[in-house]
């Protein structure tokens, strides 16, 4: 049976962008699920599956209803244990969660900070405007100031991966010799980076940009089947 995935995009629908959904993308891939996406944008969300959740992604698996991407994940590896495990017990789901406050922490605010002015871009006219006053209340300034500290932070930002970094040093993944749903939480929001925005996060030669090189290239490339900003 085909899953229905609801992602969010922008203007143009083939670009989907958000860390969340691209962490249940990858996680539906691991499992050899066949899915129908359904592109949708901010003003659209509070409509999915009858307002089921105030964010995306969310899942359609026959009767099921599932939203948020930890939870999803959680389904899948309970609805379909004949397909490769997405945490490798429960010690996997406890590292898991401790990976997806650490990315939310560290990773996701420093995205923001670097990506916002791409992200307002990509919307069409009415979903922009719903982008910029949100997150200018959420902020309180407008989205060209918070924009402009991103110089200034990058090279704190990248500081704050060394504990990724010098993890991967003695291994391909963070899920160790493949990878798992933890790997697939902190390349969201690195995905999430490179689809809005062409600044540069990491330096080529960083072994987190060579992780997430072999993260793109995981389920037959599934990650660069959308280009880089």
């Known amino acids: 049976m085909t899953i229905v995935l609801y992602e969010l995009v922008g203007r143009d629908a083939a670009r989907p962008f958000s860390p969340h959904c691209w962490k249940t993308a990858m996680a539906l891939a691991h499992k050899g699920l066949d899915i129908s996406s ?33 939870a999803i994940a959680l389904y899948l590896d309970e ?22 406050r650490w990315s939310q922490l560290t990773i996701h605010p420093y995205v923001t900070t670097a990506a916002l002015m791409d992200l307002l871009a990509m919307q069409d006219e009415a979903n922009a405007a719903y982008f910029r006053t949100s997150r200018e209340q959420r902020f309180g300034k407008r989205l060209e100031e918070v924009m402009a500290a991103r110089d200034a932070g990058l090279a704190g930002f990248r500081a704050s991966l060394e504990p990724l970094r010098s993890m991967l040093a003695w291994q391909p993944f963070i899920g160790g010799q493949s990878a798992l749903f933890a790997d697939y939480i902190v390349f969201g929001a690195l995905q999430w980076a490179r689809i809005a925005s062409p600044y ?20 037959g490339g599934l990650g660069r089947m959308v280009a880089a900003a």
């Open 38 to 70: 359904v592109p949708t944008r901010f003003l659209e969300v509070p409509a999915v599956e009858g307002g089921v959740s105030k964010t995306v992604p969310v899942i359609r698996d026959g009767e099921t209803v599932v939203a948020d991407s930890f």
């Open 79 to 100: 609805a379909y244990p004949e397909g490769p495990t997405l945490f490798s017990g429960e010690g996997g789901k406890a590292m898991a969660r401790f990976i997806e």
């Open 200 to 219: 540069q996060l990491l330096d080529d030669n960083d072994v987190v940009a060579q992780w997430f090189e072999r993260c793109l290239d995981l389920h």
